[in-house]
């Protein structure tokens, strides 16, 4: 594997783990899965950044689980989009 590829997937590596975090907090419905799709890539590439890669992975997920539970607990979304 080249450098330009290990780079690309440890920036990927990098991103999931950013993404799954801010989906913690906002807009889960679209950061989770962007985070778990990321994390993917990042460890199929090989990433050297396995650890992120994986935290990236399982913020993702938990973005998922806060979000179903915030729907079956209360019937709506954490966020709104309109008034």
Do not use: K, Y
């Amino acid at each position: 594997m080249n450098h330009q590829a290990t780079e690309d997937a440890d920036q990927m590596a990098v991103a999931s783990f950013v993404l799954g975090l801010l989906g913690l907090l906002i807009f889960n419905l679209v950061l989770g899965p962007c985070a778990i799709v990321l994390s993917g890539l990042a460890l199929a590439r090989r990433t050297g950044r396995r650890g992120r890669a994986l935290l990236g992975l399982a913020l993702g997920t938990a973005d998922l689980v806060i979000l179903a539970i915030s729907v079956l607990g209360s019937h709506h979304t954490i966020w709104q989009l309109g008034a």
